[in-house]
């Protein structure tokens, strides 16, 4: 069972990038997804979220209308696109997985079972 994230780089501001969250050893059509990241020095925050089925989508405030997660079951991946990059997203990224519930927020880094590694976005100013 293993999570791979990768996508990630060194962009201007007003960039773009596209991260995915690969699974092997199991089908990601079952579980929750997050997204995360995590500059040195400070805590790990959320940045969004997709249920299963995809049904439910939640983002981090500072990144409404510029990211967007969605699914790829056949390809068994999750995507993290984002937009209008800002020096303040530069952060290592993490995708996670688990049987969990979404409801009106993203789920708590802690509730999540299965990490992927971290990939490195860098936007520069």
């Known amino acids: 069972v293993q999570l791979q994230a990768s996508g990630g780089g060194l962009v201007h501001s007003g960039g773009s990038l596209r991260l995915s969250c690969v699974a092997s050893?199991?089908?990601?059509?079952?579980?929750?997804i997050g997204w995360f990241r995590q500059v040195p020095g400070k805590e790990r925050e959320v940045v969004s979220c997709i249920t299963s089925s995809g049904s439910r989508i939640h983002y981090t405030d500072s990144v409404k209308g510029r990211f967007t997660i969605s699914r790829d079951g056949a390809k068994n991946t999750v995507y993290l696109q984002m937009n209008s990059l800002k020096p303040e997203d530069t952060a290592a990224y993490y995708c996670?997985?688990?049987?969990?519930?979404?409801?009106?927020?993203?789920?708590?880094?802690?509730?999540?079972?299965?990490w992927g590694q971290g990939t490195l976005v860098t936007v520069s100013s």
């Open positions: 996670a997985a688990d049987h969990l519930v979404i409801n009106d927020r993203c789920p708590d880094g802690s509730l999540y079972d299965h």
């Open positions: 050893g199991f089908t990601l059509d079952y579980y929750a």
